[in-house]
């Protein structure tokens, strides 16, 4: 068995880039920035900054487009995947980058809560199933009385 599977959280070093496929299939390009901070031997803070390329398609890339912004937080989850073409100087050119599956928004600059979150739908034939709605409970607006419980 294989996994090729990442999760990110980040914030967005640039504004998402919006295109289409010839197909009409969105595409949105991002680049996220994560941080790591950590004590050395001697007590001193060293911090250190990852930068990592994502690209979306579909849904999800319209929703990352219409509502983020550089500097936007992000929480990103899908696979690795590299990519090569022939650059203009003949050269062959890589780039590694994820494929967004899932992802949701994180707080927002002005402080409220996070705007949502979008999971990929499950594949046709898959066993998975559509998650069950969770029964509410209704609570008494009166008080309880503490000899009232039965136990």
Known sequence: MYLNKVMLIGNLTRDPELKSLPSGVKVTSIGLATNRSWKKEDGSKQESTEFHNAVAFG??????????????????????????????????????????????????????????????????GSSASAP????????????????????
């Not at 969770?134 to 136990?151: L, Q, R």
Request: glycine share 10%.
């Open 59 to 124: 849904k999800p890339a319209e929703l990352i487009a219409q509502y983020c912004r550089k500097g936007s937080s992000l929480y990103v989850d899908g696979r690795l995947q590299t990519r090569s073409w022939d650059g203009t100087d003949g050269q062959k050119k890589y780039r590694t980058e994820i494929v967004v599956e899932n992802f949701q928004f994180g707080p927002r600059a002005s402080g409220g809560t996070d705007g949502g979150s979008y999971s990929k739908p499950a594949e046709k």
């Open 132 to 151: 069950k709605e969770m029964e509410t409970i209704e609570y008494p607006s009166e008080d309880i009385n503490a000899e009232d419980i039965p136990f």
